[in-house]
């Protein structure tokens, strides 16, 4: 299928102040849009200024949530060329999550032509500096309107994206997290393992409650004994221990995040013991009191790499390494957006450039 444009007027295309961005809230002037339904499947991709879209009261998305979700980000390197990391995975992921939702498949190669291309037409809104990126959110969502629970027979694949900097005011300093036994996010059969948008929606209570508190984010235990730890609201987990980088392995209720397995590669690459396993909360808090956990960090596109400083646990708080970030998060950072950004050589084979 060829990518019909419609293009904003040139004057129109001025990119914001990219000194004070705020994740998530300025968006560029286009969007893409692609439409599917029975009779002709997916078609009439195009690209047109950005809007408001109109949907039937019953669409099914707004009454069943039949929606699912990527995110990856476009990058300018120290050599004045666009990157993106591991978009293929993005894909991939979406067209696992789309399985998983009863969302008809989409062609792999074909959205990640839509999405080079549609960079291409925003590069204007790529910040020049590391640390900032264009945002990029590929979604799907359900818009047949019919009462009744239900697939739904006719959907919207849309593209949107934004000038972004840190994703959490902390930056990269530690932040604060809350563990919850009051909720839980997944539980196996489930949808925990899939970029679905109801998952997030049943996080929120929880992530009120932490933030009232005043901690950053949530960190969910399992759904059935509430004693292992899975991840965090936005992000994948790793903890340091003496002799090895731990993450909690991938059961079905854990999404598998794109820069949780770009960390176990790496760091595997860089000489660590990196293990997926069980990690329980009392494992974690008894590391913590006798100092065999040296430290802890999240990981996912928005933030990269998030070290935690203090987490909260039955009504007290434990620091892990003094508050501060720690020497494995901030090697595992710098070369990560080193890659994203051109400064270091990538050996996995990770990044595309674009060329117009």
Same mark, same amino acid.
């Given at each position: 299928?060829?990518?019909?444009?419609?293009?904003?007027?040139?004057?129109?295309?001025?990119?914001?102040?990219?000194?004070?961005?705020?994740?998530?809230?300025?968006?560029?002037?286009?969007?893409?849009?692609?439409?599917?339904?029975?009779?002709?499947?997916?078609?009439?991709?195009?690209?047109?200024?950005?809007?408001?879209?109109?949907?039937?009261?019953?669409?099914?998305?707004?009454?069943?949530?039949?929606?699912?979700?990527?995110?990856?980000?476009?990058?300018?390197?120290?050599?004045?060329?666009?990157?993106?990391?591991?978009?293929?995975?993005?894909?991939?992921?979406?067209?696992?999550?789309?399985?998983?939702?009863?969302?008809?498949?989409?062609?792999?190669?074909?959205?990640?032509?839509?999405?080079?291309?549609?960079?291409?037409?925003?590069?204007?809104?790529?910040?020049?500096?590391?640390?900032?990126?264009?945002?990029?959110?590929?979604?799907?969502?359900?818009?047949?309107?019919?009462?009744?629970?239900?697939?739904?027979?006719?959907?919207?694949?849309?593209?949107?994206?934004?000038?972004?900097?840190?994703?959490?005011?902390?930056?990269?300093?530690?932040?604060?997290?809350? &563990?919850?036994?009051? #909720?839980? $996010?997944?539980?196996?059969?489930?949808?925990?393992?899939? /970029?679905? =948008?109801?998952?997030?929606?049943?996080?929120?209570?929880?992530?009120?409650?932490?933030?009232?508190?005043?901690y950053t984010q949530i960190l969910w235990l399992d759904g059935i004994y509430r004693r292992?730890?899975?991840?965090?609201?936005?992000?994948?987990?790793?903890?340091?221990?003496?002799?090895?980088?731990?993450?909690?392995?991938?059961?079905?209720?854990?999404?598998?995040?794109?820069?949780?397995?770009?960390?176990?590669?790496?760091?595997?690459?860089?000489?660590?013991?990196?293990?997926?396993?069980?990690?329980?909360?009392?494992?974690?808090?008894?590391?913590?009191?006798?100092?065999?956990?040296?430290?802890?960090?999240?990981?996912?596109?928005?933030?990269?790499?998030?070290? &935690?400083?203090?987490? #909260?646990? $039955?009504?007290?708080?434990?620091?892990?390494?003094?508050? /501060?970030? =720690?020497?494995?998060?901030?090697?595992?950072?710098?070369?990560?957006?080193?890659?994203?950004?051109?400064?270091?050589?990538?050996?996995?084979?990770?990044?595309?450039?674009?060329?117009?």
């Amino acid at each position: 299928m060829e990518i019909e444009l419609n293009l904003v007027e040139k004057e129109k295309r001025t990119p914001p102040d990219f000194s004070t961005l705020v994740f998530g809230k300025i968006f560029t002037p286009h969007m893409f849009v692609m439409k599917y339904n029975c009779d002709k499947g997916w078609h009439s991709p195009k690209i047109v200024p950005f809007s408001n879209i109109e949907l039937h009261p019953a669409a099914i998305v707004l009454h069943y949530a039949q929606t699912i979700f990527e995110g990856l980000k476009a990058y300018y390197g120290v050599d004045g060329k666009i990157r993106l990391f591991r978009p293929w995975d993005n894909v991939a992921r979406l067209n696992r999550s789309a399985e998983r939702m009863c969302i008809p498949q989409v062609d792999p190669d074909f959205v990640l032509k839509a999405i080079k291309t549609f960079v291409l037409v925003e590069k204007d809104w790529i910040p020049r500096k590391k640390g900032a990126a264009l945002y990029i959110r590929p979604f799907i969502f359900g818009t047949e309107g019919s009462l009744g629970v239900k697939p739904s027979h006719e959907y919207y694949f849309m593209i949107i994206a934004c000038p972004v900097g840190a994703y959490y005011e902390e930056g990269f300093n530690p932040i604060k997290i809350y &563990v919850t036994e009051d #909720y839980v $996010r997944a539980f196996p059969g489930g949808t925990g393992d899939v /970029k679905a =948008g109801g998952n997030y929606a049943a996080s929120l209570k929880a992530l009120e409650k932490a933030k009232q508190l005043g901690y950053t984010q949530i960190l969910w235990l399992d759904g059935i004994y509430r004693r292992y730890v899975e991840e965090v609201g936005t992000m994948n987990i790793f903890f340091y221990f003496e002799d090895e980088l731990a993450t909690p392995e991938l059961t079905g209720t854990i999404l598998p995040g794109i820069t949780r397995d770009s960390v176990i590669k790496l760091g595997g690459w860089l000489g660590m013991n990196v293990v997926e396993r069980r990690i329980s909360i009392d494992e974690v808090i008894d590391g913590i009191k006798s100092g065999r956990l040296k430290e802890c960090f999240g990981s996912g596109t928005a933030a990269v790499i998030s070290p &935690v400083g203090k987490i #909260y646990y $039955r009504g007290k708080e434990y620091v892990i390494n003094e508050g /501060k970030t =720690g020497e494995i998060a901030k090697k595992l950072f710098d070369y990560l957006t080193g890659i994203q950004y051109g400064e270091i050589e990538d050996p996995f084979g990770w990044t595309i450039i674009l060329k117009d």
